[in-house]
């Protein structure tokens, strides 16, 4: 079992910055590829970034592409996600999920494991 605990949501005007963070526990997350989903009220889940686990491949939603960056830290059993330029439209519950050992992971059902979430709210 993997445990996935996010952190760094907030408030942030748009044009701002966010980092969040995934932290994992109970299994080294090497093996598995990580990503990054998000919940707006009233709309399905969807899919942000993922990156391989060796860290070398990464993979964007077009939405957020050249915005965001995934990256990840295997020794800290941590993903990250550095979001710029923020729009109100980006304001949703974020979700970090591992799923299997390569990508493509770009659907919510490929998860094998999700996180609580985290609020971002940007505002206008």
């Known amino acids: 079992q993997v445990q996935l605990v996010e952190s760094g949501g907030g408030l942030m005007q748009a044009g701002g910055s966010l980092r969040l963070s995934c932290a994992a526990s109970?299994?080294?997350?090497?093996?598995?590829?990580m990503g990054w989903f998000r919940q707006a009220p009233g709309k399905e889940r969807e899919f942000v970034t993922a990156?391989?686990?060796?860290?070398?491949?990464?993979t964007y939603a077009g939405s957020v592409k050249g915005r965001f960056t995934i990256s990840r830290d295997n020794a800290k059993n941590t993903v990250y996600l550095q979001m710029n330029s923020l729009k109100p439209e980006d304001t949703a519950v974020y979700y970090c999920?591992?799923?299997?050992?390569?990508?493509?992971?770009?659907?919510?059902?490929?998860?094998?494991?999700w996180g609580q979430g985290t609020q971002v709210t940007v505002s206008s």
């Open positions: 990156i391989s686990g060796s860290g070398a491949s990464t």
């Open positions: 109970g299994r080294t997350i090497s093996s598995y590829a």
């Open positions: 999920a591992a799923g299997s050992g390569v990508l493509p992971f770009t659907t919510p059902r490929m998860a094998r494991y």
